[in-house]
């Protein structure tokens, strides 16, 4: 069975970018390949994280996970902090890359940006992310399309391994869908949905109250035109939308654009606004049923266990041919 490896950032909620552009693709995956979902605790506090809210957020997005349909007796849901083999891992390769490469990255440039100080941290998370793709033998990632670059550099690197020191790693290949890898921000269509924005308006998160959901719909921003067209250059908030209603509610482009026809912007968005209310509800109430059934610890648990045995080889096979001694 082939391998599938993605992880999550526990960083505050999480938004339909994220569930469009990767989660709900763990979800299709999970009945063909021997996946391995993760909540990348590690990745966050490259970052400042206020601790209790890090805490909170990790065990929320494990019973997200389980609320969009992840089924823990298919998959292996883990927090990467409970399998050290990454961080161990992450030295080996961070020995193995350059500065060159790294500073080549856009996201660290767009998060290092006007600030005074950045982490090393933040500057070697793309190496660390390779370390979590090439430690289960990842055939295949999916991931958004802001994730590319990354996913280039974790193939880089593991190519370059597989060269000095004989074959070691797969080499794995991004899974990015044509369309909805890039959901854009509510309020900048020139912009990714992020969850940085401080913008409540420009994001849906997956538990926002209907409320909520329908005043950022309202709000966000289309163009001075009335037609439903998808036309991505000329008309990136109306085309946004239209791809969100499109994969939520289940309906072509076209046939949105022939039911919207002569009807405007108002009607168009009193309708997205249903679809996405009545897309999230079952998500939401599973995931109060997950929370207080308890059973988060548990499946997090036997998620680790797993991830450490299958982990735990590939680095011991790595650590073999550097040359460390291993008793
Ligand atoms: P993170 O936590 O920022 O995002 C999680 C996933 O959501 C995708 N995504 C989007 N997709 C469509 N439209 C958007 N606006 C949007 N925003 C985010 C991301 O591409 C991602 O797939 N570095 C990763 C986490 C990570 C990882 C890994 C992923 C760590 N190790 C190993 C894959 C494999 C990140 O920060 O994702």
Known sequence: ?????????????????????????????????????????????????????????????????????????????????????????????????YMGELNRMTQFKEKSLGKDTVTTGLYTYPVLMAADILLYDTHFVPVGNDQKQHLELCRDISIRFNKKYGETFIVPEPLISKFGARIMSLDDATNKMSKSNENKHSKINLLDSPSKIKKSIMKAVTDSESEVRFDVENKPGVSNLMT????????????????????????????????????????????????????????????????????????????????????
């Open 1 to 97: 069975m082939k391998r599938v490896f993605s992880g999550v950032q526990p960083t505050s909620q999480i938004h339909i970018g994220n569930y469009i552009g990767a989660i709900k693709r763990f979800v299709e995956l999970q009945n063909d390949m021997d996946c391995f979902f993760c909540i990348v605790d590690l990745h966050s506090v490259t970052v400042p994280q206020n601790p209790k809210e890090l805490y909170k957020n990790s065990l929320q997005l494990a019973a997200l996970y389980m609320a969009v349909g992840l089924d823990p007796s298919k998959v292996t849901l883990f927090i990467q902090s409970h399998v050290p083999a990454h961080s161990e891992l992450a030295w080996l390769l961070q020995c193995n890359s």
């Open 244 to 327: 969100i209603y499109n994969i939520l509610g289940d309906l072509p482009l076209e046939d949105i654009e022939n039911k919207y026809e002569g009807l405007g912007y108002g009607a168009f968005k009193k309708d997205l606004v249903e679809i996405v209310v009545s897309g999230l509800e079952p998500i939401q109430s599973k995931y109060e049923e997950i929370l207080a059934s308890g059973e988060v610890e548990k499946v997090l648990k036997e998620g680790a266990d797993r991830a450490r045995e299958v982990s735990n080889e590939v680095l011991n096979s790595v650590k073999k041919k550097m040359g460390f001694v291993i008793l």
